[in-house]
């Protein structure tokens, strides 16, 4: 399996990116999906995750501004961000998990106040 982020960048409080990371090497449809993210100094935290049901689960601080999505059809799962905050800054990474867990090699996401 490889998965490939893209979709960082710069953006000011207030904004909105959409990140997304293509999926291949596997069967798309069977595998739970998530976004992590690392900030400078900070371990690696949980952002979203996203079964291979649709059912979503949101770290509490960005619950209501983050929205994880999956298109089969594209083999793509996205995570949407709006209202963004500047403690969102960090490398954010996919994941896909079956039997094992695969990474993607993260994207950086900036938020300036």
């Known amino acids: 399996v490889q998965l490939q982020a893209s979709g960082g960048g710069s953006v000011q409080a207030g904004g909105s990116l959409r990140l997304s990371c293509a999926f291949s090497g596997g069967a798309f449809s069977s595998y739970a999906l998530g976004w992590f993210r690392q900030a400078p100094g900070k371990q690696r935290e949980l952002v979203a995750t996203?079964?291979?049901?649709?059912?979503?689960n949101y770290a509490d601080s960005v619950k209501g501004r983050f929205t994880i999505s999956r298109d089969s059809a594209k083999n793509t799962v996205y995570l949407q961000m709006n209202s963004l905050k500047p403690e969102d800054t960090a490398v954010y990474y996919c994941?896909?998990?079956?039997?094992?867990?695969?990474w993607g090699q993260g994207t950086l996401v900036t938020v300036s106040s």
């Open positions: 994941n896909a998990r079956l039997l094992r867990l695969y």
């Open positions: 996203i079964t291979n049901g649709g059912s979503t």
